[in-house]
């Protein structure tokens, strides 16, 4: 049985996720010491606590989910040391987290670069602001005709059913209309900062690059899907280069999940808060399995139901 581990992204934060892991578990507790010491701030009081407002902020909030995602997946390794994980995704800020668990970057470099890359991100989304809005049930050449005329971009290619258009805002509106006079069974304008995946996001892109440089990047332990390419990452400096272009490239979540198909795997594990990729991977994939691990009750039942699914 293959398995991959996927990680949420940026919006699927709640106030008070983590807590119960730290608590249960001391590699938990661990993380968040160590996120912690290299902020300079209290980010497991902000995780546990909030306010909601202060953990929203991308510079806060990035590196927020990734600890928890890493928390959630350390307990899944200390529950079940022996699991075998087959290849790792995660959704934009996600497939840094993935990137640390394959072993590519350490903790703290983890942390400081999503902390840069929430900061530059939100510079950015003041410098233009921007928004995006959720299609469905659109085609792929409708969604092109619509961003051309709306001067839009895509941003994400969830599922054959799901795109999210990017841009400025007037843009956004406009995409909106054209998709709902075009039949789209639904559109949806998220409350996000700004227009990610875009070329206004083109500064942070740009500052992110030269933040890297200081970065050590080592070989995946095993496969790692690019959200820009849609397959595995390459060797550390062709990593390097994609997670640059991931900010301002569409993230093609469906073709990586359709890649971990071909490559035989049916189930997945999501780590960190929110199932919101367990649900888009029942749209790609019908014989999908997903468990979703957020807190410590989630987490006894996935662990009860793979035991379960191995027979022990």
């Given amino acids: 049985m293959k398995r991959a581990i996927v990680f949420a992204g940026q919006g699927a934060q709640f106030v008070g996720m983590g807590r119960d892991l730290a608590e249960a578990f001391p590699e938990c507790r661990a993380l968040f010491d160590t996120a912690n010491a290299v902020l300079g701030y209290d980010l497991a009081r902000l995780c546990f606590e909030g306010p909601l407002e202060e953990l929203t902020r991308s510079d806060h909030c990035q590196p927020a989910v990734f600890v928890v995602s890493a928390a959630c997946y350390t307990a899944l390794k200390r529950r079940l040391p022996d699991v075998e994980i087959a290849a790792m995704a995660g959704l934009s800020l996600g497939e840094w987290t993935a990137l640390y668990a394959a072993g590519v970057l350490s903790l703290e470099d983890t942390v400081r670069v999503l902390a840069a890359r929430g900061r530059f991100m939100q510079e950015a ?52 209309r054209l998709a709902q006079a075009a039949g789209a ?18 500064p942070a892109a740009e500052k992110l690059e030269a933040f890297l440089a200081g970065i050590t990047f080592q070989s995946a332990v095993l496969p790692v899907v690019a959200n820009v390419t849609g397959r595995p990452h ?61 807190d410590v009750g989630s987490l006894e039942k996935t662990v009860a139901e793979m035991r379960s699914q191995a027979g022990g």
């Avoid at 559109?187 to 996001?201: D, K, P, Q, W």
């Fill in 185 to 202: 069974k639904k559109t949806v304008i998220l409350n996000v900062a700004g227009a990610f995946h875009s070329r206004l996001m083109a």
């Fill in 125 to 176: 989304c003041e410098q233009q602001p921007g928004g995006m809005v959720s299609i469905l049930g659109l085609s792929l050449p409708e969604l092109e005709r619509i961003c051309a005329a709306a001067g839009v971009e895509i941003a994400n290619l969830n599922s054959p059913e799901q795109t999210v258009l990017s841009g400025p805002r007037t843009g956004v509106e406009e995409a909106a």
């Fill in 234 to 294: 390459g060797g550390p400096e062709e990593i390097r280069r994609r997670m640059v272009q991931q900010v301002t490239s569409p993230v093609r979540w469906a073709a990586g999940i359709e890649w971990c198909g071909q490559a035989g795997i049916r189930h997945y594990i999501e780590c960190g808060p929110g199932k919101v990729l367990s649900g888009l991977i029942k749209r790609i994939d019908r014989e999908a399995v997903s468990h979703s691990i957020q």
